[in-house]
């Protein structure tokens, strides 16, 4: 039989979910939603394919109350909808345009397809403020500078902006996991854990904008730097699956009536994202290489031990060990922290920008090509409106900055919590007759620091400098 169909992909939502309205007021009544799960592509995201799995067991639950199916099926998505074509199983179909440059090249050869079986087919702007395409220098370039940039993608936006049905249809949670879902749940177990963190429904992301407005965005300008408050909305995961859209996000904080410092400074950090995906559609080679071609002869080291200690959060180096566990544990870390654990694998341990992005891919729920590959390009350097390759986070001082009395870093390292305040960000200055007092052994009870500060940072500038000969 004929259906009307949604081609789901990280938009599990029903509020402000344009595809998903279009096929409500279909007036047939076959009306599907299909979600293709292709396994390559999750290959390298282990700790996404729990929030995936989560997030189709409740929204499958949702779609049943609005008498909508949902089918998972697994493959690839331009054979499995070619297949749906020439099976005659589709008359119709609606999506949100997908923010991720592979999947709009899968969106590209599937509109071929349609468009040669006169299928009518309906593509959305839903998943960033304006279309990506649509923000461009007034000689037709893209920006590469973020301030010229959302100065223009916001005039457009709010230019255009239109009012969101806020209306929530009511659900209950039942449990029932679908045999489709549960094998795209991760293989490691490692991931069970998130269960304790995140709750990855609609209901939970509004619930989390709403409180966040009303309690946190006033002070989001100093707060959002300490990480052991919870000064950031820690959305991200919510928008990269599309439990809430950044339309929604935009739209609540513009109804805040005494708009301060805080609304600024969070709306920039929307606009942060909007421009990482800009700078991706316009410069795809920036997925595996340098933005700034000059890098491509820096003298990045090669060191396993190294990468795996940085992995694990033995470096030596509280703060960066606090993230790196923060991540492990909870499969999100907190914006300082990313960029100073980014900062000292790149640059403390000069090992390419590429195996942190390929970790943190692997290890953020809310990882987005476009996000996580300006934010490794920005910290190395290599990238646009970047911080400056010469200009070195020291790891000490940043602790010392912003988790002043500790609490971040004896939250993630706990072996750490007798050592005193002086030391906390230094426990190698510790002297030896203190250490036995609390009961702590430097090298054995935390490790010691893999590479000395100083030096490092000192080699480092030297390969910089290098790279001008
Ligand atoms: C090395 C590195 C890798 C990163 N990888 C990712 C990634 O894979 N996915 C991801 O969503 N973000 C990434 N970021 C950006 C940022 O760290 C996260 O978006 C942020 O920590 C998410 O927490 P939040 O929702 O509480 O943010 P909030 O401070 O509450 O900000 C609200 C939203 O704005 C956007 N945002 C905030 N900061 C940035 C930023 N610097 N760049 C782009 N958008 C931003 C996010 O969508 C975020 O959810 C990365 C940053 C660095 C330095």
Redesign the pocket.
């Known amino acids: 039989m004929l259906s009307s169909v949604v081609w789901l992909k990280d938009d599990f939502r029903t509020i402000n979910n344009p595809a998903i309205s279009s096929l409500i007021n279909e007036k047939k009544s076959a009306k599907k939603v299909i979600y293709i799960f292709d396994k390559d592509k999750y290959h390298k995201q282990e700790a996404q394919r729990w929030w995936l799995a989560k997030s189709l067991e409740v929204f499958q639950e949702k779609l049943q109350e609005l008498n909508i199916t949902l089918d998972i099926i697994s493959g690839n998505a331009e054979k499995i909808i070619k297949n749906l074509v020439n099976n005659k199983k589709i008359d119709k179909i609606f999506w949100n345009k997908s923010c991720h440059l592979d999947e709009n090249r899968t969106e590209q050869c599937v509109k071929k397809i349609l468009e040669e079986n006169n299928i009518i087919f309906i593509e959305f702007n839903s998943n960033l403020l304006n279309p990506v395409e649509k923000v461009k220098k007034d000689d037709g370039t893209p920006f590469k500078v973020f301030t010229h940039y959302w100065k223009k993608a916001e005039k457009i936006y709010l230019e255009n902006n239109q009012k969101i049905d806020e209306r929530i249809s009511s659900y209950s949670k039942k449990k029932k996991i679908n045999k489709d879902i549960e094998a795209i749940y991760p293989k490691k177990n490692w991931n069970k854990k998130f269960e304790k963190y995140w709750d990855p429904s609609e209901e939970k992301a509004i619930e989390i904008l709403n409180n966040?407005i009303k309690n946190n965005i006033e002070y989001?300008a100093t707060n959002?730097d300490i990480p052991s408050l919870s000064?950031?909305?820690?959305?991200?995961?919510y928008?990269?699956f599309g439990q809430i859209s950044?339309h929604q996000?935009m739209n609540k904080c513009l109804m805040i009536k005494s708009k301060k410092i805080g609304f600024r400074k969070?709306i920039n950090?929307?606009g942060?994202?909007e421009?990482?995906h800009s700078l991706l559609h316009n410069f795809p080679e920036m997925e595996k290489n340098n933005l700034r071609k000059e890098f491509d002869k820096f003298n990045w080291i090669k060191n396993d031990e190294f990468l795996k200690k940085w992995k694990k959060g033995l470096t030596g180096y509280p703060i960066v060990d606090a993230g790196m566990r923060e991540l492990y544990e909870t499969g999100?870390?907190?914006?300082r922290v990313?960029?100073i654990?980014?900062s000292f694998l790149v640059k403390h341990l000069r090992i390419h920008w590429n195996e942190?992005?390929k970790y943190?891919?692997n290890s953020?729920l809310?990882?987005?090509?476009?996000?996580?590959v300006?934010?490794?390009q920005?910290?190395a350097g290599t990238g646009a409106d970047a911080a400056p390759y010469f200009r070195i986070f020291n790891p000490i001082l940043q602790g010392e900055k912003f988790d002043p009395n500790g609490e971040y870093v004896t939250k993630w390292c706990p072996e750490l919590k007798n050592v005193p305040i002086e030391f906390l960000h230094k426990p190698w200055e510790m002297p030896e007759q203190l250490q036995n007092q609390i009961n702590f052994k430097l090298g054995h009870s935390y490790p010691l620091p893999i590479v000395k500060h100083v030096e490092a940072r000192n080699s480092a500038l030297k390969a910089f400098q290098d790279l001008k000969k």
């Open positions: 966040f989001y959002r000064g950031t909305s820690k959305l991200s995961p928008l990269k950044v996000i969070f950090e929307i942060w994202r421009f990482s999100w870390m907190h914006n990313r960029m654990t980014a942190g992005e943190f891919r953020l809310d990882f987005n090509i476009a996000n996580n300006s934010g490794w920005w910290v």
